[in-house]
């Protein structure tokens, strides 16, 4: 405690005594100050014990201490000590009295007691009371290195809770509440999700106060209590990997202070060594990717072990992300997949579940389990995405990842995760020529073949098949294009397409034949009449 007043007036080597506003005794002193000018006001602060003669005061006139008193009062100054048997044998009736009606405590300081010892007393109980609170916060510091030894995050949230009589809670890089002390902190934490994303988007690092309101009493039985939090990013990159909340019913003190700053600290390097574990999990997880794919799954799970759970035991689905544009890493230079990737490992980090990240090049590949959060997670991310850009807008955080393109596969196990791997990149390239963000396989076996010969590709080599034929029912010699699509909606049928076409069926075994001599080609050739009818389909299409 920093010195008061009252542990002023008690000791006992300065012999003062209390002549008004004994009962504002435990206000905190911050310095002892010696001036003799009948307007000191300019040179206060505030929490000041100011001393004084009265040399150069009127201090018998009634009305002048009034005035003198009531500037002190509103400076912030928290007592007056007099000094007798200097200029004054007592203090003047007239202070006593403005100090009484204005509540400021007047001190009588014999003249035995030097000034110098007042100041003296202040400046020790000061120098104490920080040395107090420096060695109270290594205390706490060497606390929250043990419970996060011991107990990991969640420990040293409940430590730091403690030291600072309030709660705490830890957010992951999705702005999601991961650990909270005591329990019912976890949905005042909840609450703060909006303020949490507006410092992520600060560079690290970074921290806000946010004001109280709505936060729930320590009993955690209602909402009536109100509040101080701070906010601190965590993390050394360029975006925050995390962030802490602390909650207190008022400003932390000294060795509070200490405790937030040590927290903030073993926090970071908890979340600096989990990207270092992180790195080296996605080396791993490039390993068994490459066995997967190469149809070796029993050594794909011997090289994981535990590390990717029963991921590798249940039907999974792979992504493969890429970038439509040719660079999209934005103005900060920032990887295109970071919302993506924080998206997909957030959820599977809240459901528990496992997942299997790896960057491939310009690409990213992940495993997620079928049905689970994970990949509901990446629908949702690329959904919100897709409806941004339709809005004219350019991505969900900072521009980074305009222009991103996602292929899903279907459900599949080891066995035939080559064959995912491949219905992902063919789900991409679909999205990629849609304008799509994300396309499921599935949805291309469910849907029909005809939209995509809408392909630009596509639609030039249909008119180079066919334009011979154009050209000549250009010059009014036949219609060997809607005689062609007839015969072959009809499977070769000459009685039935003639019939659709209005002609004798010999009529329309010529034309057939002058499109042969025309083209080159045999209409016996399935694959002829194949590339045929899906010329003629993409060319009706435009």
Not at 133 to 148: H, I, N, P, S, Y
Not at 406 to 433: D, H
Not at 503 to 519: F, G, N, Q, S
Request: net charge negative; hydrophobic share 45%.
């Amino acid at each position: 405690m920093p010195p008061t007043l009252a542990s002023l007036v008690h000791h006992s080597a300065l012999k003062l005594t209390v002549r008004a506003g004994g009962d504002r005794l435990d206000v905190p002193v911050r310095w002892a100050h010696v001036s003799e000018l009948a307007d000191p006001v300019p040179y206060m602060e505030g929490g000041e014990l100011l001393l004084i003669t009265a040399l150069k005061l009127d201090a018998e006139e009634p009305e002048a201490m009034r005035r003198y008193v009531r500037r002190l009062a509103k400076a912030g100054v928290v007592g007056l000590g007099f000094a007798v048997g200097v200029n004054y044998d007592d203090i003047p009736k007239a202070l006593v009295d403005a100090a009484e009606e204005e509540g400021l405590p007047l001190l009588e300081v014999p003249r035995r007691t030097p000034f110098l010892a007042i100041s003296k007393a202040v400046s020790a109980a000061i120098a104490a009371d920080q040395y107090r609170a420096v060695t109270a916060g290594f205390a706490a510091q060497r606390e929250l290195t043990k419970q996060a030894l011991s107990d990991g995050p969640q420990g040293l949230l409940r430590a730091l809770a403690a030291q600072v009589d309030g709660w705490a809670a830890l957010y992951d890089a999705s702005g999601a509440v991961v650990g909270a002390a005591p329990e019912w902190a976890g949905r005042r934490a909840a609450r703060l999700t909006a303020e949490v994303e507006r410092l992520r988007e600060r560079p690290a690092p970074a921290s806000a106060v946010v004001g109280g309101g709505g936060g729930p009493e320590r009993s955690g039985s209602d909402d009536r209590h109100d509040d101080r939090i701070e906010l601190h990013s965590l993390g050394t990159g360029r975006r925050p990997r995390a962030a802490l909340a602390v909650g207190t019913a008022s400003a932390p003190g000294t060795a509070e202070r200490y405790a937030v700053h040590s927290a903030i600290a073993l926090l970071t390097l908890t979340t600096e060594r989990s990207r270092s574990l992180h790195a080296a999990q996605q080396r791993i997880g490039a390993a068994v990717l490459c066995m997967l794919l190469a149809g070796e799954p029993d050594h794909a799970r011997a090289v994981a072990g535990d590390l990717y759970g029963g991921l590798l035991d249940a039907p999974f689905r792979v992504i493969v992300a890429d970038t439509a544009a040719a660079s999209v890493t934005g103005d900060a230079g920032g990887d295109p997949f970071d919302g993506l990737t924080e998206a997909v490992e957030s959820a599977a980090a809240r459901s528990g579940e496992a997942v299997l990240v790896v960057p491939e090049g310009d690409r990213l590949v992940a495993l997620v389990a079928d049905g689970g959060a994970a990949a509901a997670a990446c629908a949702q991310y690329t959904s919100a995405l897709e409806e941004t850009r339709a809005a004219g807008g350019a991505g969900p955080e900072s521009g980074d990842e305009d222009g991103l393109v996602v292929g899903l596969s279907a459900p599949a196990g080891p066995i035939a995760a080559a064959a995912a791997y491949k219905q992902a990149e063919q789900a991409l390239s679909v999205a990629r020529r849609r304008g799509r963000v994300l396309v499921e396989h599935e949805q291309l076996a469910a849907g029909s073949v005809l939209p995509l010969l809408a392909d630009d590709a596509v639609k030039a080599f249909a008119d180079g098949l066919l334009r011979a034929l154009h050209e000549h029912d250009a010059t009014g010699r036949g219609d060997l294009v809607a005689s062609l699509r007839a015969w072959l909606s009809r499977h070769g049928q000459w009685d039935a397409a003639a019939a659709d076409l209005g002609v004798h069926r010999h009529t329309l075994r010529y034309r057939m034949r002058r499109v042969e001599e025309i083209l080159g080609r045999s209409l016996d050739d399935p694959d002829v009449r194949m590339e045929l009818w899906l010329a003629l389909k993409a060319t009706s299409t435009e």
